[in-house]
């Protein structure tokens, strides 16, 4: 949608879907406030159309509606990959969702690699990456 933030509307729809996975924060930037912590301008800047203490409307809406303000609603087995070098989408951001999963008592494994950033790229992680998602929607979509 156009002037939407494409990560933020994702968290309400977790009690509707079967599961939920979320590579490099990609879907899933766990509190969109703490995105002011990298040097990544682009989320702040275009996707949610500036800082947290910025009053225009897209930029309160878009933090309004970040994931860790909906985790009471959480019910959805969940998959998170992330990188620990990942600059863009901090490390820590993965972690925090999945602590919070865990801590409602929803099923979750995160699965970090300690040689990649934002995208996994080592071929060798590829196939680790492969080999989980795919054992992952066999455990809960069979």
């Known amino acids: 949608m156009a002037g939407e933030p494409w990560d933020a509307p994702l968290a309400p729809y977790f009690d509707i879907a079967e599961i939920a996975w979320n590579h490099a924060g990609t879907q899933l930037a766990y509190s969109c406030k703490k995105l002011t912590g990298t040097e990544e301008l682009w989320f702040v800047n275009n996707d ?19 994931p860790h303000r909906f985790v009471t609603r959480w019910d959805t087995p969940i998959l998170i990959f992330a990188g620990i070098n990942d600059y863009r989408i901090p490390y820590s951001q993965s ?48």
């Open 95 to 142: 972690l925090e969702a999945f602590t919070a999963a865990r801590l409602r008592n929803i099923p979750a494994r995160l699965v970090a690699f300690d040689d990649e950033g934002h995208q996994v790229f080592k071929p060798q992680n590829s196939i680790v990456w492969n080999r989980e998602f795919f054992a992952w929607l066999n455990r809960y979509l069979r």
């Open 48 to 66: 949610y159309r500036g800082a947290y203490w910025d009053e225009n409307p897209v930029a309160r809406r878009s933090y309004a509606n970040s």
